[in-house]
C-alpha cells in the first residue's frame, strides 16, 4: 500500500533563513509522482511543486526545491529565505499507478517562520 | 482562470438535515475529485471522476453520501441524512492529466460544515 510520513509534526525556522521539511514514502510501483501543497490558516490548499519518479533532477519552483533522494524514497522540500508567509500547514503527497489517480498525503508540518 | 470554485464556503445546519456542496473545476479539467479534511483522520479522498463518469468511489464514507458530475463544468457532494460526525471541510480539485504520475490537482477554497 501507498504511505507517506512526514516525521515533524511542527517546525520553527527564522525568517529569512532556509528550512527543510522531511517526507518519506513507501511505493513499490517504480513511476509514481510526488507533490507538496502549503495549507496557510485561510484553509486552502496549495499546489507548490512536482517531482517525477523518473525525473533526472531536482523540482525547483522559485524558493522552493525538492531534494530528491530516490534509494532512500525521501522527497523533503527546502524553501530557502523563508518569509512570514511561509507560516502553514506543508503537506507531501504521492501518486503511483497502482492507485490510479488517488493522491495519498502525509500528516502534514506545520511551520512558523519568526520574526 | 478562476480556479476551481467552491460554495457554499460555510455550511451550518442541523442533524438530519440534506446538505449539498457545490463545485466548479477549472475549465478544460478532465479530473474532479472530492476530499474530506478532518483533524483526526487528515486529508481523505472520497471520490473522482474523469470526464464527468465516476470512476472510484471507495472513500464515499456511506449510503448517505452521494456525488454527481452532470457535465465538465459543475459537480455536487450530497450528504442526506447529515450527522454531527460528518462535520469537516471538504475539498473539490480538479486536473488535467498530463502523465498517468503528473496528474497536478488543483484544489477550492473548500467549504466547511458543521452539523449541529
Known amino acids: 500500500a501507498q504511505k507517506i510520513t512526514q516525521t515533524q509534526p511542527g517546525m520553527f525556522v527564522q525568517e529569512k533563513e532556509a528550512v527543510t521539511l522531511d517526507c518519506t514514502y513507501d511505493?513499490?510501483?517504480?513511476?509514481?509522482?510526488l507533490f507538496w501543497y502549503k495549507q496557510p490558516s485561510s484553509g486552502e490548499m496549495i499546489f507548490l511543486i512536482y517531482q517525477g519518479s523518473y525525473d533526472q533532477q531536482n523540482a525547483t519552483e522559485g524558493r522552493y526545491s525538492l531534494n530528491f533522494q530516490k534509494a532512500r524514497k525521501s522527497a523533503n522540500l527546502v524553501i530557502s529565505a523563508s518569509q512570514l508567509g511561509d507560516s502553514a500547514m506543508y503537506f507531501c503527497?504521492?501518486?503511483?499507478?497502482?492507485?490510479?489517480?488517488?493522491?495519498?498525503f502525509g500528516p502534514g508540518t506545520r511551520l512558523s517562520v519568526l520574526p | 482562470d478562476a480556479g476551481v470554485i467552491q460554495s457554499p464556503r460555510h455550511e451550518v445546519t442541523e442533524m438530519g438535515q440534506e446538505v449539498t456542496l457545490r463545485c466548479k473545476p477549472i475549465s478544460g479539467h478532465d479530473y474532479l475529485f472530492w476530499y474530506r479534511q478532518t483533524m483526526m483522520r487528515g486529508l481523505e479522498l472520497l471520490i473522482y471522476?474523469?470526464?464527468?463518469?465516476?470512476?472510484?468511489d471507495s472513500g464515499m464514507p456511506e449510503d448517505r453520501f452521494s456525488a454527481k458530475m452532470p457535465n465538465a463544468s459543475f459537480s455536487t457532494l450530497k450528504i442526506q441524512p447529515s450527522e454531527p460526525r460528518d462535520s469537516a471541510v471538504y475539498f473539490c480539485?480538479?486536473?488535467?492529466?498530463?502523465?498517468?504520475?503528473?496528474?497536478?490537482?488543483?484544489f477550492g477554497a473548500g467549504t466547511r460544515l458543521s452539523v449541529l
Open positions: 480539485a480538479s486536473s488535467l492529466a498530463l502523465s498517468k504520475a503528473k496528474n497536478i490537482q488543483y
Open positions: 511505493t513499490s510501483d517504480p513511476s509514481y509522482g
Open positions: 503527497a504521492m501518486r503511483d499507478n497502482n492507485y490510479g489517480q488517488n493522491f495519498v
Open positions: 471522476f474523469n470526464n464527468n463518469v465516476p470512476i472510484d
